[in-house]
């Protein structure tokens, strides 16, 4: 079964500082990953994705995010966080065998502190 | 069209009703997947389609739920004799295939009373 984890129910940080957002995943076959953003009242917002080459992927509004094949994971990074960030994360996944749905985490809301 | 366009916005059912919600997908896109967002933000997988095709409706509770995806017209997800716990937000996404990410349109919140 294809699952992914997000281990924090709330991420907070000061603005300013680096952020992470953790994500695990377990998935069939080579992963497809994904993270997405969802603002109040809006649907989800695409940020990178992970399908094979670098380990590192960049994505829209200096987000990134590393994938670790060792750790099955795939966490969510910003070098300096920005009060605008303040929204819920999702990480998802598509096993990349036949299966063309995503599979979400449980989501982390993440409030940047002036 | 370059977004995900769904309709309506909001819903208010009562309960034993039917409910119809639209969406039209980016043109091009030969993908469309519908996902239910429950309290707590759980996203779950309902139906997807490729082209006018049912691809996977693994996720499809089959008794009250069905979904279409005509040519020339919105897809559409129908939910006879609605009850509480279809109350959510019902959103709509499409992509070009495997490897290309979702594109998600608004969503249509539904509200069974």
């Known amino acids: 079964a294809q699952s992914v984890a997000q281990p924090e129910d709330q991420v907070n940080v000061a603005e300013g500082n680096p952020l992470t957002v953790k994500c695990t995943y377990s998935?069939?076959?080579?992963?497809?990953l994904f993270w997405y953003v969802q603002y109040p009242n809006r649907g989800l917002q695409f940020l990178l994705k992970?399908?094979?080459?670098?380990?590192l992927v960049k994505g829209s509004y200096g987000f990134e995010a590393e994938f670790n094949k060792s750790q099955t994971s795939f966490h969510l990074k910003k070098p300096s966080a920005l009060v605008s960030d303040s929204a819920l994360y999702f990480c998802?996944?598509?096993?990349?065998?036949?299966?063309?749905?995503?599979?979400f985490g449980k989501g982390t809301k993440l409030s940047v502190i002036p | 069209g370059e977004e995900v366009a769904q309709t309506p916005k909001h819903l208010v059912r009562g309960e034993g009703q039917k409910a119809k919600l639209y969406c039209a997908p980016i043109k091009g896109h030969s993908y469309v997947f519908w996902y239910q967002q429950v309290l707590k933000n759980e996203f779950k997988f309902l139906i997807s389609?490729?082209?006018?095709?049912?691809?996977?409706e693994t996720g499809m509770p089959k008794e009250r739920f069905s979904a279409k995806c005509l040519p020339n017209s919105p897809c559409s997800l129908e939910i006879q004799a609605t009850k509480l716990e279809d109350s959510a937000v019902y959103f709509c996404a499409s992509d070009g295939g495997l490897g290309s990410e979702q594109y998600f349109g608004p969503g249509t919140r539904l509200t069974v009373t």
């Open positions: 389609f490729q082209n006018e095709n049912v691809f996977d």
């Open positions: 992970y399908i094979t080459g670098d380990n």
């Open positions: 998802a996944g598509i096993s990349g065998a036949g299966s063309y749905q995503l599979t």
């Open positions: 998935v069939s076959g080579n992963p497809y």
